[in-house]
């Protein structure tokens, strides 16, 4: 298929979903198929085949209101309907319907900071189009920026661009993308790669996810443009084995993609070819690591090893091997589409664009949000993302997983990006943020994040293999209220030496949580280890002089 | 990670296991990847699904097929979470302890389930009905805490709601358990 044929096929779809007199969308994303999307889907084709009316049933990606799911979408009025049971079918599919109260589905305002403070650039496909067909992908502008790269574009152009377009990786580091690039592309090889990092390890982040199931083809269309960009024609998706559903997605894709020509030997009737193969995580957090990852895709244990050289010198096989995260190869394809300047008018100075962030713990409206850098943790915590429920306080919140740290509620105001976060010694990480309220302990939320770093550690170097368990035991007798001042002491001092030396990401940043919540809640390690009281009434203090832990567990 | 070694990991000649169905289909997959070295753990992972457990037999096999060193096999399956050398039951319950879950007390339903069952996460029942295990983060957060009994997602789950799911489930079917082949279990 050549670019003609690739906008004829464009133009039969929206001609299609035109004649339809409606279209309705339902979210077929893990959280709302959790919530019972599938009956509701059942119910509305079955309302919609016994009305006679000329509507189109289809499904779509996560629009990020998960907290309120089955969500349902009618086109062209516009109106999204949450908290969607069976009953209501009938009415959604004909409004006129006169319907019982329960039959009477929740409108979700259009005003609703929720939807309106957002800006959708990887996220805009969310609630429109259909993950499973191509076709509907292609009618909204689908495979139209792979398409100019390889009739306008030198893979220099299309480096400048995204050079110009200031996107950094979406993984955590934030490393500019373009930089990466640049690398493979000067190295002289006869084989390059393009790996994604499908491998959502960070415990709280689930945008990712998102993604590979609700946009499979923005990825691929993103794999491949880097592909040319670089002068790579093999690309991998790693993808974690927990996600079954992105990865039956992502296959129906490549196999769509592959029949459309779209992929293969000669993609878009060019001389470049490029194609993608799936490869499935078996639940190992390191395997996020790059180098760990490249272990795991070469089918040995994952186990990450010293750079340099760098993947971009030496990666798959020894060959040059470029590693994009799932949402930084998903914003290329808009980046080539709307122009670089456009994407870099969003953002902030140094972190330009939009992030999407992954909304859960104790917060009302779980979710996923996709907000431009620069915007505050308030507007995103209590604006859009509703507050905390039960009228609680907010302690703090996490950000970048394992590897990340908390923040507390004095720097609710500073604007979020890659710089700012570091500097209050957390890190932006993936972009899962888990709200924490009063009711939990900053003791025990680091003792979790420690004990997931010590079974995570792949164990190749003794900081992180010797130095996880030994600050878990720490921190568990913190707890227990067994510990004592001293050992607070060796707890720091243990933290640094393990962040100095450690091999790769996973050891180095096993200590933030720890440094972080030590930063700002020393006084409730000190209620432990000195009052022998959990603040908050969370900790097992095994000796009972706490009457407050034991009334509040109550 | 405990390494033990494999009883039947250490004889000289291990038998090949029985040609059946599922042998075909492991072969099949084997075949698919074209005896790769590196297609390792996606052959596990069709084992894994096919015998519901890496058993010491198709390790071996694999290890043979593919021409690896069994260290090398039994490296990568003990190394990843996802494969396991016990045979699961013949439900399997899996609680999120992710991040999102573990702040809105995911522990109460681990805990709840081991009163009731009697087992441990990583355990089965003796009487191979149920298996429990913890998962990292299933990704579905937004609905934490959320719980997985037979592949089916519960959100917002509570230890009432969730024994009641898993006796539903023990009530609908009693499937035998999962053996391999040669009737030996790890």
């Known amino acids: 298929m050549n670019v003609e044929e690739l906008q004829a096929v464009a133009l039969a779809e929206r001609l299609a979903c035109a004649a339809a007199r409606r279209r309705i969308l339902i979210c077929d994303d893990s959280g709302c198929r959790a919530t019972g999307s599938g009956a509701v889907r059942d119910a509305i084709v079955d309302a919609a085949k016994s009305s006679g009316h000329d509507v189109l049933v289809e499904g779509t990606s996560c629009c990020g209101f998960c907290a309120r799911g089955p969500i349902v979408i009618t086109r062209p009025d516009n109106v999204t309907f949450a908290e969607v049971t069976p009953e209501q079918a009938a009415t959604i599919v004909d409004p006129a319907t006169a319907a019982s109260e329960q039959a009477t589905p929740t409108v979700v305002p259009t005003n609703l900071p929720f939807f309106s403070r957002q800006t959708r650039i990887v996220m805009a496909n969310a609630g429109v189009t259909d993950p499973l067909r191509i076709e509907s992908y292609i009618a909204n502008h689908g495979y139209e920026a792979l398409g100019r790269v390889l009739q306008e574009m030198t893979p220099e152009a299309v480096i400048t661009a995204v050079a110009r377009s200031g996107l950094r990786g979406r993984g955590g580091a934030g490393?500019?993308?373009?930089?990466?690039?640049?690398?493979?592309a000067r190295t002289n090889a006869d084989q390059k790669y393009v790996v994604c990092n499908g491998d959502e390890g960070d415990p709280g982040a689930f945008m990712n996810r998102a993604v590979m199931e609700g946009d499979p083809h923005q990825v691929l269309e993103g794999m491949a443009i880097a592909g040319?960009?670089?002068?790579?024609?093999?690309?991998?998706i790693y993808v974690r084995g927990e996600y079954p559903i992105a990865v039956e997605r992502l296959r129906r894709a490549i196999h769509q993609a592959e029949r459309y020509g779209i992929l293969g030997t000669r993609v878009l009737d060019t001389a470049f070819q490029f194609r993608i193969d799936i490869r499935i995580g078996a639940g190992a957090f390191v395997c996020g690591e790059e180098t760990a990852l490249l272990a795991s895709i070469e089918g040995g244990r994952g186990l990450p090893r010293p750079r340099p050289p760098f993947p971009g010198?030496?990666?798959?096989?020894?060959?040059?091997?470029?590693?994009?995260?799932?949402?930084?190869?998903?914003t290329i394809p808009v980046i080539v589409r709307e122009g670089p300047d456009w994407y870099a008018a969003h953002g902030t100075e140094k972190s330009k664009g939009t992030k999407v962030f992954a909304l859960a713990g104790k917060i009302n409206y779980t979710g996923l949000v996709e907000v431009p850098f620069g915007i505050t943790l308030r507007d995103v915590i209590f604006d859009i993302g509703g507050g905390i429920p039960g009228g609680r306080a907010f302690k703090a919140v996490q950000t970048g997983g394992p590897s990340g740290g908390c923040i507390p509620a004095e720097f609710l105001d500073m604007p979020l990006d890659y710089e700012s976060l570091a500097q209050v010694g957390s890190i932006l990480g993936s972009g899962g943020m888990i709200v924490i309220d009063e009711t939990s302990c900053m003791v025990d939320v680091a003792r979790y994040y420690m004990d997931f770093c010590m079974s995570e550690s792949c164990g190749k170097c003794v900081p992180c293999r010797a130095g996880t368990v030994q600050a878990y035991r720490i921190l568990d007798r913190i707890c227990h209220g067994k510990s004592s001042p001293d050992e607070l002491a060796r707890l720091e001092e243990l933290c640094t030496y393990m962040q100095q030396a450690s091999l790769?990401?996973?050891?180095?940043?096993?200590?933030n949580p720890i440094m972080s919540t030590l930063k700002y809640f020393r006084d409730e390690y000190l209620a432990h280890i000195v009052d022998h009281v959990c603040p908050a009434g969370v900790c097992p203090m095994s000796s009972d002089i706490s009457p407050f832990a034991t009334e509040a567990r109550s | 990670m405990a390494v033990s070694r494999e009883p039947s990991a250490r004889g000289a000649a291990p038998a090949k296991p029985p040609s059946d169905k599922r042998q075909r289909m492991v072969d099949g997959a084997l075949k698919k990847n074209q005896y790769h070295q590196d297609a390792l753990i996606e052959v596990l992972h069709t084992v894994q699904s096919i015998y519901g457990f890496l058993t010491p037999e198709t390790l071996w096999y694999v290890a043979q097929q593919l021409k690896l060193p069994?260290?090398?096999?039994?490296?990568?399956?003990?190394?990843?979470?996802?494969?396991?050398?016990?045979?699961?039951g013949a439900h399997t319950v899996v609680v999120c302890h992710g991040t999102a879950c573990y702040i809105r007390d995911?522990?109460?339903?681990?805990?709840?389930?081991?009163?009731?069952?009697?087992i441990l996460p990583g355990e089965t029942t003796p009487d191979g009905q149920i298996s429990l295990s913890i998962a990292r983060c299933l990704g579905s957060c937004s609905l934490a805490p959320t719980a997985i009994i037979d592949g089916a997602v519960y959100g917002r789950a509570t230890p009432e709601g969730l024994i009641a799911g898993v006796e539903a489930a023990l009530a609908a079917t009693s499937p035998t358990p999962v053996r391999s082949e040669s009737g030996g279990l790890l």
Do not use: D, H, M
């Open chain 1, 175 to 184: 490393f500019p993308t373009s930089v990466k690039w640049g690398l493979v």
């Open chain 2, 106 to 118: 995911s522990g109460a339903l681990t805990a709840a389930l081991q009163r009731k069952f009697g």
């Open chain 1, 313 to 330: 010198q030496s990666g798959l096989w020894g060959r040059p091997t470029l590693i994009n995260n799932v949402e930084t190869l998903a």
């Open chain 2, 70 to 88: 069994p260290s090398k096999v039994y490296g990568v399956a003990t190394f990843y979470n996802f494969f396991t050398l016990k045979p699961p």
């Open chain 1, 504 to 511: 790769c990401g996973l050891g180095q940043n096993a200590p």
């Open chain 1, 228 to 236: 040319y960009a670089v002068g790579a024609n093999q690309g991998y």
